[in-house]
């Protein structure tokens, strides 16, 4: 009789599963792998290798507190020859003295999460059982079988590997990126997330339901965009959009998720202060991307909120063109959310791509606040009857647009406005380089063209099949040149009269500073012309004046003015509207790398910015932070004002972990002039 089969000590091979994987940055300590693809374990015997027929060896796996095999959270399974597809494996590759190497492979369709590995040996009725370790199980983009498969390599680097990007404010005339950090695979983030799933209501309520469900991106999409904020649950972020945040961090003021989520954890899952749409959008997409499922941040400029579903945002307003406060619809200068890639097996196969993920909370979908998965391609054809929440995002891109002016007498007359048109240049980060990617297109088909026509009637969206108003007289807001922060500038109400007839009319123009979501502060500058005549084919240009000594203390750190023009000709009741959102663009962040950038050596950078004000800076802080780079997040406080004119300029050391191209993020912050951001690419080179 066959002598006891004895394991000596056994490898998890996390180089080699690393590699395989795509996982390498998070398999220095521990085993994490993708699913529906085999990873190594070698087993060590003591005295005599195993044998085939004498020896029988059972692997079992289990995820979650009450693992079943029903729900797919449990699997036994030998050691065998035949590869199962769609069920656990292990199978031998070599065997050599007392050494043992094999694969074992997962389910495409395998609940991803933390899970325990053990082995029973047997022999005869001789046993032994060994707890092998643990290890994580991500979903897989490079699996042809798994729901989030995508089929470029270039992709699964952008939307899965790459820790950093751009994420796009400013305005639709003025698209500014803003530099991120995304770090999913930074110390800690992945079992930050493993954590945020684990403390989500649905968790909580039903834990062996909830970690089966995790087999699918839909549902994990769905909980990820609920728990990043926190109306509902423990989530991770506090929206804020009032300009008051002394209790907090400013939204503007983040540069990476990283600090967010690991603030989270340290605060015992306590929300952390403050959120806008883009932190809540970033930080999904760490999420998102850290799990394995292909992630990107996108923005859409001029941004329908819809209370209501009927695709119209009406905006009263008084005899002078001032919006009346008490209306919450509103058309935010931006919105930013998250697209992941994924399979729809509930929908049909047509709707299967990128879905629309908003984290952001505005409004309830099932009674909780978390908006999406919804198919992009289902907005695009105006199918509204797709889960989930199509009404809303159809929306935020497709709304119409009604100004009612009231007049003295009480009565309403609707105005023309040709200048604000929803949803425009949505924007993202182009794959495999720093430049904008304009997804409209994914989104919206051609105007005027006939799909267009046939997704509005499959929408019901009936203003927009109706025929605009067209009138003779037309008027839009241009500007000179580009406007920098702390300087006056001009614009311009550009006026034509494309009619054979003269027209008296009254120009109102007033600019006000505005938050990105639409919310107007003071009056920064206004003027009148009581008695404009508009010659036949004519046209005229308007010059308005904005002061910095006006507008420097109410700008938000949107850095916004909106500018309005209102003409109004009283003998035919006509009422033209048209406005422009102004953005003030801030000095430029230099960043010097002194030396060369080697792995594991410090390394000195230079980061300087010029105070275009005409008074001193107080208060001047410079935060740096990038995966690969620096461990956490530095921060470099200036102990002197920074003059009118002068350069505030710091020294941070790095401590660069990892070869290969990074990047640098900075944010400035002072008393006059905050959110300033920068960034510069570094490749690190071996030691």
Not at 298 to 306: E, F, G, I, L
Not at 381 to 386: K, V
Not at 636 to 641: A, G, I, Q, T
Request: aromatic share 10%.
């Amino acid at each position: 009789m066959a002598e006891d089969l004895l394991v000596e000590r056994w490898d998890l091979e996390l180089e080699a599963n690393g590699r395989d994987h795509h996982t390498a940055d998070l398999c220095r300590e521990r085993l994490v792998v993708r699913r529906g693809q085999p990873f190594w374990l070698t087993l060590y015997f003591e005295g005599r290798n195993y044998e085939a027929g004498v020896d029988t060896l059972t692997f079992s796996v289990v995820t979650g507190p009450a693992p079943s095999e029903e729900a797919r959270t449990k699997a036994r399974f030998p050691l065998s020859d035949a590869v199962e597809g769609g069920a656990w494996t292990a199978s031998v590759v070599d065997q050599q003295d007392c050494v043992l190497s094999l694969q074992l492979s997962s389910p495409a369709h395998a609940p991803i999460g933390l899970y325990r590995l053990s082995l029973e040996t047997s022999t005869g009725y001789q046993g032994s059982s060994y707890m092998l370790g643990h290890f994580t199980l991500l979903f897989n983009t490079w699996c042809p079988a798994d729901a989030v498969y995508l089929d470029s390599e270039e992709k699964r680097q952008e939307y899965v590997l790459t820790q950093q990007g751009f994420i796009y404010q400013g305005s639709a005339k003025f698209i500014k990126s803003i530099p991120w950090n995304f770090g999913q695979f930074e110390d800690g983030i992945l079992d930050i997330c493993l954590m945020l799933l684990d403390v989500n209501p649905k968790f909580q309520k039903n834990s062996g339901r909830d970690c089966s469900r995790r087999s699918r991106p839909v549902y994990v999409g769905r909980v990820v965009s609920a728990m990043v904020n926190c109306n509902d649950d423990q989530g991770v972020l506090l929206g804020r959009w009032d300009n008051n945040y002394v209790d907090g961090v400013s939204p503007m003021s983040w540069i990476g998720s990283v600090d967010i989520l690991r603030r989270w954890k340290s605060n015992g899952c306590q929300k952390i202060k403050y959120g806008q749409c883009w932190v809540f959008a970033a930080v999904a997409c760490t999420v998102l991307r850290c799990l394995g499922i292909p992630s990107r941040v996108v923005t859409n400029y001029n941004s329908a909120h819809d209370h209501n579903s009927n695709l119209l945002i009406e905006y009263f307003r008084n005899e002078f063109g001032e919006m009346q406060r008490d209306k919450s619809e509103m058309i935010w200068n931006f919105h930013c959310w998250v697209e992941s890639w994924m399979t729809r097996p509930d929908l049909q196969p047509e709707y299967d791509g990128w879905q629309a993920l908003d984290p952001t909370p505005q409004e309830k979908s099932e009674g909780t606040y978390c908006c999406g998965p919804v198919s992009v391609r289902a907005i695009k054809e105006g199918d509204l009857t797709t889960k989930y929440d199509a009404p809303f995002v159809f929306a935020e891109v497709n709304a119409d647009v009604v100004d009612w002016i009231q007049q003295e007498d009480g009565s309403m007359h609707k105005s023309i406005n040709h200048s604000l048109i929803v949803g425009l240049n949505i924007s993202t980060k182009s794959v495999g380089r720093d430049e904008r990617e304009d997804i409209t297109h994914t989104y919206k088909y051609p105007e005027g063209s006939p799909q267009e026509r046939e997704a509005f009637q499959r929408a019901n969206h009936l203003n927009k099949l109706t025929d605009k108003e067209q009138t003779g007289v037309a008027m839009r807001i241009r500007v000179a040149q580009s406007m920098k922060m702390g300087s006056d500038f001009d614009v311009f109400a550009h006026i034509t009269n494309n009619t054979a007839e003269d027209h008296a009319c009254r120009l109102l123009l007033c600019a006000r500073t505005v938050s990105y979501n639409g919310l107007l502060g003071p009056v920064c500058a206004s003027q009148e012309l009581l008695d404009l005549s508009l010659e036949p084919f004519s046209e005229k240009s308007v010059p308005f004046h904005i002061l910095y000594e006006k507008y420097c203390d109410y700008l938000t750190e949107s850095n916004l003015i909106k500018v309005r023009g209102l003409l109004v000709e009283p003998a035919a009741n006509s009422y033209l509207l048209a406005e422009r959102d102004i953005y003030l663009e801030n000095p430029e962040i230099k960043i010097r790398v002194l030396g060369e950038p080697k792995q594991n050596r410090k390394l000195v950078v230079e980061v300087s910015l010029r105070n275009p004000l005409t008074v001193a800076l107080e208060a001047c802080t410079f935060t740096v932070e990038g995966a690969g780079l620096t461990v956490e997040q530095k921060s470099v406080e200036l102990p002197d004002p920074v003059e009118a004119g002068e350069e505030a300029k710091v020294r941070v050391d790095l401590h660069p972990l990892h070869v290969g191209r990074h990047k640098l993020v900075v944010d400035f912050e002072s008393n006059k002039l905050k959110a300033v951001k920068g960034y510069r690419n570094i490749i690190i080179g071996p030691p």
